[in-house]
């Protein structure tokens, strides 16, 4: 039962991500006259999946679920087809700007739909506000604090005999002794207790790694209005924007191993745990999808969205279009890489599992 909710959650949610991807491509493509030849969810390897032509464009539905594709005219893309007349609907005819907006379309709506993710769930759910004390609001089962005895409602006196009075100075104290023990000093019932709790380590976007026991501080509960619910919208928009740009660029600059990137069956059980908790939660977790899937594809990388956008403005630089045979080749080898990036994120994730 857990996997057949993990594998419908995950579909759930990535089924909706990619028809938004795409639908970004789409109207972009419309918007200034390319000719879109397919609109697919999911991919029709060996022509498996339905498909329906609507006017000029195939619309479809691939029996493989992970992700989709707007195929316009005139362009070399994942299909590695290098088929082109110099019609004026066609890719190849575009200006660069024209180009740059097309291929930007996708990950334009998938911020615009983090960002509506995020504002209403503030809207609707409300705000929770963490309170600056030192008392212990919620703690996660079988984590360090939990395993130590520690209670929703103990209030936190000292960590290796520093004291400690706001949740900024608790959490500092705590996030600089990863996988150390700390002996901690806390008050139940206005009865003074000690413990010793072994800090385990989280790893952090930029790649170091931070102490934690399990515990977060007390809240209330606000409901902001319309207005100011966009306002904190936006602002987890750009809190999340920063965090997986760092998680990027740590990987990038060596500082994060690709052993922490996971795939579709990572992704598949943490949408589970998110709808075992409940719609707030599977929603959260595709505003924050969405943001990560925005910022892969912006990458200035072969066969990502980034990657035709950076030949676009090549091409507008040197006055002239690449030629044909070289953006095969550009894009025969992003492919490549991308199916070998695939291949070690679906290993991490196997090695998970066992």
Do not use: C
Request: zero cysteines; aromatic letters at 12%; glycine letters at 10%.
């Amino acid at each position: 039962m857990t996997v057949l909710i993990n594998i419908l959650s995950f579909l759930f949610i990535i089924t909706i991500l990619v028809v938004i991807h795409e639908l970004g491509h789409f109207l972009a493509a419309k918007s200034i006259g390319l000719r879109v030849e397919k609109f697919y969810v999911g991919f029709n390897l060996f022509g498996l999946g339905l498909k329906k032509k609507i006017n000029e464009t195939e619309f479809g539905i691939g029996l493989f679920p992970i992700g989709g594709y707007v195929k316009v005219a005139g362009m070399v893309d994942e299909s590695l087809d290098d088929q082109y007349n110099g019609e004026p609907d066609e890719y190849v005819s575009k200006s660069m700007l024209q180009k740059i907006w097309f291929t930007s379309g996708g990950v334009i709506f998938n911020f615009i739909l983090a960002f509506i993710l995020f504002s209403g769930l503030t809207f609707f759910n409300g705000r929770a506000v963490p309170l600056d004390t030192t008392i212990i609001g919620v703690i996660a089962e079988n984590e360090p604090a939990d395993k130590a005895g520690l209670l929703s409602g103990d209030k936190i006196i000292s960590i290796d005999d520093v004291d400690v009075s706001t949740w900024d100075e608790l959490r500092i104290e705590i996030n600089q002794k990863p996988r150390q023990n700390i002996k901690l000093e806390y008050e139940r019932n206005n009865q003074l207790f000690d413990t010793s709790i072994l800090v385990s380590s989280m790893l952090i976007p930029n790649g170091d790694s931070i102490g934690v026991i399990g515990i977060g501080s007390e809240f209330f509960k606000s409901d902001p209005g319309f207005f100011k619910s966009i306002y904190y919208g936006f602002n987890d928009l750009l809190a999340w924007l920063s965090i997986m740009s760092q998680s990027i660029y740590s990987f990038f600059t060596g500082q994060l191993d690709i052993k922490n990137f996971g795939g579709p069956i990572l992704i598949g059980k943490i949408a589970g745990d998110a709808a075992n908790i409940g719609m707030g939660a599977i929603i959260s977790l595709m505003a924050i999808l969405s943001v990560n899937l925005g910022i892969i594809n912006i990458l200035p990388f072969p066969g990502l969205d980034g990657g035709h956008a950076l030949i676009a403005i090549i091409e507008g630089i040197i006055g002239r279009r690449i030629p044909f045979k070289t953006l095969m080749i550009i894009q025969q080898i992003g492919v490549l890489l991308l199916a070998i990036f695939f291949f070690i994120v679906m290993k991490n994730d196997i090695s998970r599992l066992f």
